[in-house]
């Protein structure tokens, strides 16, 4: 079936967590447990997964995941003191069934699907606070529809987390890799790229501070190796 898209210093953040709820909020950014749940919510699998956080780009840039046991890996971008990004590896669903059987995973979603749910966190957490005005700001972002890429090197490129397109819509970017474990191209891969999938996220703080003023659009991201994975 052809897809529609395509550890040196550390925190040795290692952990097995039990699936997130799907009506749960998004954890803290620098939590291991943020890139846990979006491995549930990317692969809609309920298969234990062990999440190891670097605050070491080069680290990062090297680690692939594996399906057996589900290992998977994490790093934050920063803004000053303020986490902007969290990129995550994780498996994909048709990897995790192929291994662990046809029930531990669902549906196949993808990065853009993630940062939805979080521009709707973003949007009730600004109408919580009082902000209505902010929250309608929110909520009228554009989640642009990216396609994921085929390669790592295009994955770590420079790229704007948002910007302004020429009709003033503020647009949000979810890059992202992915490798559907079911094309027949699957078998001429190292086992080490089979079944990957990707994502650059923004978080929820990043798009609140887009739609109070606190942050402009146009904010310029990469996986290079000087990247600031750590509050500056």
């Given amino acids: 079936m052809i897809s529609r898209h395509r550890l040196a210093r550390l925190v040795p953040v290692i952990v097995a967590l039990l699936p997130v709820a799907a009506n749960a909020a998004l954890p803290a950014p620098g939590s ?33 995941p594996s399906v057996q046991p589900l290992r998977i890996y994490q790093v934050v971008t920063y803004a000053g003191r303020e986490p902007i990004m969290v990129s995550c590896k994780v498996k994909t669903a048709a990897h995790l069934r192929a291994v662990h059987g046809p029930t531990a995973a669902g549906q196949q979603r993808y990065c853009p699907d993630v940062t939805r749910r979080t521009q709707a966190e973003a949007v009730a957490a600004l109408r919580q606070s009082g902000q209505a005005a902010a929250a309608g700001r929110a909520a ?13 090197r295009s994955f770590l490129e420079e790229f704007q987390l948002s ?8 647009h949000i970017r979810s890059p992202g890799l992915y490798q559907d474990y079911d094309s027949w191209i699957t078998s001429l891969l190292p086992e080490r790229l089979q079944g990957q999938s990707y994502c650059h996220l923004a978080t929820t703080g990043y798009i609140e501070a887009l739609a109070t003023g606190a942050m402009a659009p146009g904010t310029t991201v990469s996986g290079a190796e000087d990247a600031p994975v750590t509050p500056r």
């Fill in 140 to 152: 009228a972002f554009v989640i642009d529809a990216d396609e994921p890429y085929w390669t790592g």
């Fill in 163 to 170: 910007y302004r397109s020429d009709d003033g819509a503020i």
């Fill in 32 to 64: 291991p447990a943020y890139c846990v749940a979006v491995q549930e919510m990317l692969a809609g699998t309920k298969v234990e997964a062990g999440n190891t956080v670097f605050t070491d780009m080069t680290a990062f840039r090297k680690s692939k």
